[in-house]
């Protein structure tokens, strides 16, 4: 009878090291396999979130330059006191911060009168009469630190999660997390300053590495909304539909032969919602249907307010509508029309904040009476703070400089604590007086109050999982309800 040859202690360890590798490879290539194929399935489809969140939208504000948080969010008299003086020692300092501070410098202090607003007590700058009506539904994040303080790297960072070209932007992770329940309208919808495009330009709410599906959609804030959507006057609904089907005939066949092509699915979906958007597009846009109270609301009867209310308002409209992630941008480029007050800082304040102050509540304001508050998150940010000094002698006219260590954010609706603080920064609002909030926190804290969970919210990219933090995040409990 033929016996089995006993395996050897070596034999039997090696065998066994084999077949555990060859299962850990399977899995690996299963999941590979899954998570090439999953954005293939109708992309945008609505998904379930991580965990129950009352938000189900979120209206991103940025303000393009680096907005001046001792000039708007955070009340530091100490430096009417130093104002013309040098900034005393401050020990355990580093960086560009240590360097600039080495060299002549003097104090600045805020040009402004703060006063405390609602039953927070929350101090704000003048410059906000209506968003100061708000203070009790929002929640401040202070000394938020950010990994570069130049405008194209810092502006990458705050509204993608690296400075490094390439990333997917908040609004691409939202929409590739939870997809969209409207398919006549994109997931994700940006509309810039109506003066010119952000800094990084197209790469704020690019897709990434993530299927061109997520990328945002720019929505023009005057005139035709999206370029080419207009249908030619010489060709029927009809005949446009047959051409359009003639068309996802031939790219499917395409894309049959050759898998993975997301660029080319998110093509074929990009022509059927185009002829779905022919419709709802337009009548988007249509601000002459809302009331002449919801108008002065956003300050669209004012020059000044009338260009970021018309942001505001189409925001709101979108959220109603049911489009996951919109952004607005206000600033263009590094110019007048940007937060980069290198010099003037007040006249240059003055100017922002009454652009965006008013259009800000109003859009507050007026998702709270519709009951769509607590179903939006409403984020502000900008892509770093600025010093409470300047180098050099004291000027007529004084400005501030960048600050990667300063920078204050705010949220409000959805599961946001309202009134509610996290982080602090010294009493020069140079740096945190604690521990610093890196932004990833911060973007981890989106991703929460989204329904998101940060360490789920992953997508294989050259051979490792990414996610918007990088390195994961830390969810700011203490800002959620």
Same mark, same amino acid.
């Given at each position: ?13 090696s065998?066994?090291? @084999? ?15 899954r998570?090439a ?6 992309p ?50 580093s ?10 410098h ?14 927070s /007590?929350?101090?704000l ?15 401040? !994040? ?9 405008? /194209? ?42 003066? /010119? ?20 959609t ?9 370029? @080419? ?7 029927t ?10 068309l996802?005939w ?14 080319l ?44 209310g ?16 919109t952004?607005?941008?206000?600033g263009?480029q !590094? ?11 007040? /006249? ?17 304001t ?23 000094f300047? @180098?050099?002698?004291?000027?007529? @006219?004084?400005?501030?400089?960048h ?12 599961d ?22 890196? *932004? ?5 804290t !989106? ?12 997508? *294989? ?6 996610q ?11 800002? !959620?309800?």
């Amino acid at each position: 009878m033929f016996q089995q040859p006993l395996l050897s202690r070596r034999d039997l360890l090696s065998r066994s090291f @084999n077949g555990i590798g060859a299962l850990a490879l399977g899995g690996m290539l299963l999941d590979e396999s899954r998570a090439a194929d999953a954005p293939m399935r109708r992309p945008l489809a609505a998904q379930s979130p991580h965990h129950v969140r009352k938000a189900k939208h979120c209206i991103f504000l940025f303000m393009q330059g680096g907005a001046s948080q001792v000039d708007s969010f955070e009340y530091k008299p100490v430096l009417r006191e130093l104002h013309g003086k040098p900034l005393p020692r401050i020990p355990e300092l580093s960086g560009e911060l240590q360097g600039r501070l080495s060299f002549p410098h003097v104090c600045v202090a805020s040009p402004f009168e703060f006063k405390p607003h609602g039953r927070s /007590g929350r101090y704000l700058s003048e410059l906000y009469p209506h968003l100061a009506t708000h203070v009790d539904e929002m929640a401040f !994040i202070h000394g938020i630190k950010t990994d570069n303080q130049n405008h /194209g790297p810092s502006t990458l960072h705050a509204t993608t999660g690296s400075q490094f070209p390439g990333s997917p932007s908040i609004g691409s992770w939202i929409s590739y997390g939870l997809g969209t329940p409207n398919q006549n309208l994109p997931s994700f919808v940006t509309i810039q300053d109506p003066r /010119g495009a952000p800094v990084n330009g197209a790469a704020v709410w690019a897709n990434g590495y993530l299927p061109a599906a997520y990328q945002g959609t720019l929505l023009r804030p005057t005139g035709t909304p999206i370029l @080419n959507l207009d249908r030619p006057a010489d060709l029927t609904r009809a005949q446009q539909r047959r051409e359009f089907d003639t068309l996802k005939w031939l790219n499917q066949r395409h894309l049959a032969e050759r898998a993975g092509g997301t660029e080319l699915e998110a093509r074929i979906d990009a022509y059927e919602l185009a002829f779905r958007m022919q419709a709802t597009a337009p009548e988007l846009v249509d601000l002459s249907r809302e009331t002449q109270h919801i108008q002065d609301l956003y300050g669209l009867n004012d020059d000044a307010t009338a260009g970021f209310g018309r942001q505001c308002l189409l925001a709101r409209r979108l959220v109603e509508r049911g489009v996951r992630h919109t952004l607005l941008i206000h600033g263009v480029q !590094i110019t007048g029309h940007s937060w980069d007050d290198h010099g003037n800082v007040k /006249g240059g304040m003055i100017k922002h904040s009454r652009e965006v102050d008013r259009p800000i509540a109003g859009l507050l304001t007026d998702l709270k009476q519709r009951g769509l508050l607590d179903e939006t998150l409403v984020v502000w940010a900008s892509e770093m703070g600025r010093t409470p000094f300047k @180098n050099g002698g004291m000027s007529k @006219n004084p400005g501030r400089d960048h600050n990667s260590h300063g920078l204050v954010m705010w949220m409000a609706g959805g599961d946001v604590k309202g009134g509610a603080t996290a982080g602090e920064t010294d009493e020069f609002g140079l740096r945190s007086k604690d521990e610093p909030i890196p *932004l990833r926190n911060v973007h981890a804290t !989106i991703l929460d109050l989204m329904g998101l969970d940060d360490d789920q919210l992953r997508y *294989l990219h050259a051979g490792r999982y990414r996610q918007l933090t990088d390195i994961g995040g830390e969810v700011l409990s203490e800002i !959620i309800a």
